[in-house]
C-alpha cells in the first residue's frame, strides 16, 4: 500500500472490484478496504464514477506501460512478446485480477459514457501498437505484403478482447489461445510462411 | 409479453438487465417491469440468483436454436451462415439487447459459480458447433487438411466472444470484424485457398 490517500483509495477499490466485483460494492466498502471513511473518498473523488475512471486512468497508464515498445529484435519477435505479455500467465494472480477488474467494468460500459471513453482508449491504444508492429514488419519484409495492418490489428484486437472475457468470465485458458494465436501469425503473416499445420 | 407470470418476470429482467445493467438491478424493479410484486417472483424464484439462472437458461434455448444446424449447402456455407447470424447485425436492436444482457451476466460469473456454469455451457455449445462444421469440411475436402478443427474451432470462438465485448462495451462495430473473419477464413481455412488479398 502506497502512503498516498488518493492512491490508497485506488488500490481498495481495484481489490474489491477483482474479488467481489461491481455490482455489490459501496463507498463503505472501499473506505473499510483502504482503512479511511467515506468522506475521505469524496475528498478525492466527486462520485464513484470518478472513483472509476481514476482507476481506468491508472490501469491504463500500467497497461500501456507493460504494452508499449514490447522487446524483440525484429517485429515479429515483438508481435511473440506483446501476445505473452496479453495472453499467457493464467495462473499470475496480478493478471486474473487486471481481467477480472477490466471485465466489471466493462459491463458498466454500456451506461456509463466516462468509463467507455476510456475503455475505447485501451482498445485503440491496443490495436494501434499491433497495427504498427505489422506495418513495421511489412515494411522490413518480415510480415507478408498482402496483409492489411489495420484489419489484422483489428482483428487481433478482438481475439485478444475474447480470450480475457472468457477467461475471466468462465476460467477457459489463455495460454492455449497463445499457441493458437501464434500459430496462425506463422502462417497467415509471415511473408516466409510455413506451409505444415501440426 | 406472454400470459405466463414465470415469463413475465423473465422478460422483464431480461429488459431491465439490457437497458440498465445489472448492478443496479433490484427484485423491486423487476416487479414493476413485469407489472407484478416481489412475492409473486420469489414465489416462482428462490432468489436472485436463481433468476438469473433460469434467464440464462431461457437465452441458451433461444441462442441454441439461433445458431444449430445453420443454412446451407456445405459446410462453408453453413460456417457463412452462423457469423451472419453472430456477428452482423449491429443495427439489430435484439442482438444489441442480448450481447449486452450476455456481458451483464459475464461479469457477474466470477463470482457466481451457477451462472459460470450456464456461460460455459453457452460457450463448448458454440465451439462444438463450429468444430463439427470444420470437421465435416475438412471430410468432404472443403476445407484444408492441416487445420486442427478444435483448436481453430476455439479461436473462432474468442474472437467471436471479443466482438460481442468489444460490441457490448465500446460500441466497436462487429459488422466489420465478420468480414474481416471471412477473408482469414478464406485465405486459411478453405482447401482452396484464395493466393490474394485485398
Known amino acids: 500500500m502506497s502512503d498516498e490517500p488518493a492512491t490508497e483509495i485506488l488500490e481498495a477499490t481495484y481489490y474489491i472490484l477483482s474479488e467481489h466485483g461491481y455490482a455489490d460494492l459501496t463507498i463503505q466498502d472501499i473506505a473499510d478496504e483502504a482503512d479511511t471513511n467515506n468522506s475521505t473518498i469524496y475528498y478525492h ?4 464514477d470518478q472513483l472509476f475512471v481514476a482507476l481506468l486512468d491508472k490501469l491504463f497508464e500500467q497497461f500501456a506501460d507493460r504494452v508499449n515498445s514490447p522487446e524483440g529484435d525484429t517485429p515479429r519477435e515483438q508481435l511473440d512478446t506483446l501476445l505473452q505479455i496479453l495472453l499467457t ?6 493478471r486474473n485480477k487486471f481481467r477480472t477488474a477490466m471485465l ?63 477467461h475471466a468470465a468462465i476460467n477457459q485458458s489463455s495460454d492455449r489461445l497463445y499457441t493458437t494465436m501464434t500459430r496462425y501469425i506463422e502462417e497467415h503473416l509471415l511473408a516466409d510462411k510455413q506451409t505444415e499445420i501440426e
Not at 473523488?45 to 464513484?48: L, Q
Not at 500467465?89 to 496480478?94: G, L, N, T
Not at 490495436?127 to 484489419?151: D, K, N, V, Y
Open 45 to 48: 473523488y466527486d462520485s464513484k
Open 89 to 94: 500467465a493464467d495462473a499470475d494472480s496480478d
Open 104 to 166: 466489471e467494468l466493462k459491463a458498466q460500459a454500456p451506461y456509463k459514457p466516462v468509463l467507455r471513453e476510456r475503455l475505447t482508449e485501451f482498445d485503440k491504444f491496443l490495436c494501434e501498437q499491433l497495427r504498427e508492429i505489422l506495418a513495421t514488419g511489412m515494411a522490413t519484409g518480415e510480415f507478408s505484403e498482402t496483409i492489411h495492418p489495420a484489419s489484422v490489428a483489428e482483428y487481433l484486437t478482438a481475439t485478444i478482447t475474447g480470450v480475457h472475457t472468457r
